[in-house]
């Protein structure tokens, strides 16, 4: 049986990183990693030439505009880059016969503090970032048959800008961090969605293809921003650094966040033969790495 063909949009973020990394040294897949230099996927013109001739068995777009403070005014060009070159995606791998893999956010949910959020929960996102990755969504259910969506939250890795290395980086040059503990949700590794989409891609050669549609995606287990904190800083040796517990409110965000990102992951533990790693395993592996 032939390479499995990936073509990869923002492969300089997190997980586009960790992707390539992880996916090297595959015989079984034939990686085209690209960035907004080599594809710039606002471009349907650019996006129809590289179907044409690399002919991906996937698309995977890893490519977002995830500022989400910076959303509330730089709304035309989230909207853009998470809703419009989305459509774009949508029509090259509708011609092309090509399944679109795409990542989403927890954002795009309504934030109930008391519910656990399956697939089908309400979607009314509070943020412009929010509203342009659910847009996003509903143009790939609505054109697209060969999908499959992953709403993700709170993710991270050893690469680029996230949460775990903004607390290790604060950790060196303040006497005290603040962090807000009534924000819940379950951290997601990117190294092991990395995996999980690699399952996804070999599935067809072991003849077992999950249904295509709407997956939620993160480690397993529950916390809060604070104790999220707590963990990286014992993990990395730093348990004794001062943390300061504020609320949300106190906090003072441009753009409003979900109080509750509790995602249930039943559907994906159904039709994916993929274990979850508990959130604190994975947060380790993590910053073994980084340390």
Same mark, same amino acid.
């Not at 490519?63 to 500022?67: G, N």
């Given at each position: 049986m032939k390479n499995v063909r990936i073509l990869l949009t923002g492969a300089k973020g997190q997980l586009g990183q960790s992707i390539t990394n992880r996916? =090297?040294?595959n015989l079984q897949i034939e990686l085209l990693a690209t960035d907004i230099e080599e594809l710039d996927i606002c471009d349907p013109i650019a996006l129809q030439q590289e179907f044409s001739k690399f002919k991906p068995d996937f698309c995977l777009n890893g490519?977002?505009?995830? +500022?989400v403070d910076k959303a509330e005014i730089e709304? #035309? =060009? +989230?909207?853009a880059i998470n809703a419009q070159a989305v459509k774009n995606l949508c029509i090259a791998c509708k011609e092309h016969n090509t399944t679109l893999?795409?990542?989403s956010s927890d954002y795009v949910y309504d934030s109930w503090p008391v519910k656990l959020l399956t697939e089908s929960a309400p979607t009314r996102p509070k943020s412009i970032y929010g509203q342009s990755k659910l847009l996003g969504d509903q143009l790939i259910i609505n054109q697209l048959v060969k999908y499959y969506i992953f709403r993700t939250s709170w993710l991270y890795s050893e690469y680029g800008?996230?949460?775990v290395k903004t607390i290790l980086r604060l950790s060196q040059s303040?006497? #005290?961090i603040q962090v807000v503990d009534d924000q819940? /949700? $379950?951290p997601t590794y990117a190294g092991d969605l990395a995996e999980a989409l690699k399952y996804l891609v070999l599935a067809q050669k072991a003849h077992h293809v999950p249904p295509f549609g709407v997956y939620n995606f993160s480690n397993d287990g529950f916390t809060n921003w604070f104790d999220f904190a707590c963990n990286i800083l014992e993990f990395a /040796? =730093? $348990?004794g650094f001062p943390l300061k517990r504020i609320s949300t409110k106190s906090f003072g965000s441009p753009a409003p966040r979900p109080y509750n990102s509790k995602m249930s992951k039943k559907k994906f533990l159904q039709h994916f033969n993929f274990p979850l790693k508990d959130w604190k395993v994975s947060l380790r592996e993590c910053i073994d790495s980084l340390t």
């Open positions: 996916w =090297k040294n490519a977002a505009y995830t +500022a709304q #035309e =060009k +989230a909207m893999l795409h990542i800008n996230n949460f303040r006497p #005290e819940f /949700g $379950s /040796g =730093k $348990s």
